[in-house]
């Protein structure tokens, strides 16, 4: 089945820097790849997603870009802010199924 | 803004005991999906469940799971008899439909079996 590998398991920078969060996949026919926002108590939240046919998405300050030949996939959070503190799940689903398989998760501390 | 909702939000019971954890996908809203985490763990998936059966299934979702959708709002898991193992925090999720791959999250139900 699907493997999802996420790096780093934590990250902290300080208000106003970039974040990167990269993941790999291994079943070349996954074909959407959402990201999710865990805060504390709380669910994970959809925050962006790419389909395999798009090389990058953007909104607002997060990004998500897609190597489909090196299968992996990125998010950028651009002026971080304390709020984007959180823990940060990829995940990729496989076509024809439904299901996602999560990464481990990466927690985002911003620093004021 | 919809959004999916779970009760309870924490759930004590004690090993061999059945437990039943019930969520509210979002309003038509037409795949539902069972995830669970461990602690420190993925997210792990356990079942989807479409047009009032199950669709696919993890190794996870054995024999002492089911679900249900027993009216036309409620979702349920039900554990039979639950094992130490089984502690873990509970998520619900639903997707509109065929082609829209989006999943959206209730807030978790935090299993404890002791």
């Known amino acids: 089945g699907e493997n999802v590998e996420q790096h780093p398991s934590t990250l902290s920078v300080q208000e106003g820097d970039s974040a990167v969060i990269k993941c790999t996949y291994s079943d070349s026919a996954s074909n959407y790849f959402p990201w999710y926002k865990q805060e504390l108590g709380k669910g994970p939240q959809l925050i962006i997603d790419i389909r395999s046919n798009v090389g990058e998405k953007k909104d607002q300050r997060i990004a998500v870009t897609l190597n489909k030949t090196a299968k992996h996939f990125s998010l950028h959070i651009t002026e971080t802010q304390p709020e984007d503190s959180a823990v940060y799940f990829c995940a990729a689903r496989v076509t024809g199924a439904n299901n996602l398989f999560f990464g481990t998760g990466t927690r985002l501390t911003v620093i004021p | 803004e919809p959004e999916v909702t779970q009760t309870p939000s924490h759930q004590v019971t004690q090993m061999g005991q059945e437990v039943i954890l019930r969520c509210v996908p979002i309003s038509n809203h037409l795949y539902f999906y069972w995830y669970r985490q461990i602690l420190g763990q993925k997210v792990e998936f356990l079942v989807s469940f479409y047009n009032n059966e199950i669709s696919e299934k993890s190794e996870i979702f054995d024999d002492q799971f089911s679900v249900e959708r027993p009216d036309g709002s409620n979702f349920t898991l039900k554990i039979r008899s639950t094992k130490l193992e089984d502690s873990a925090m509970y998520f619900c999720?639903?997707?509109?439909?065929?082609?829209?791959?989006?999943?959206?999250f209730g807030p978790g139900t935090r299993l404890t079996v002791t």
């Open positions: 999720a639903s997707s509109a439909g065929t082609g829209a791959y989006e999943q959206y």
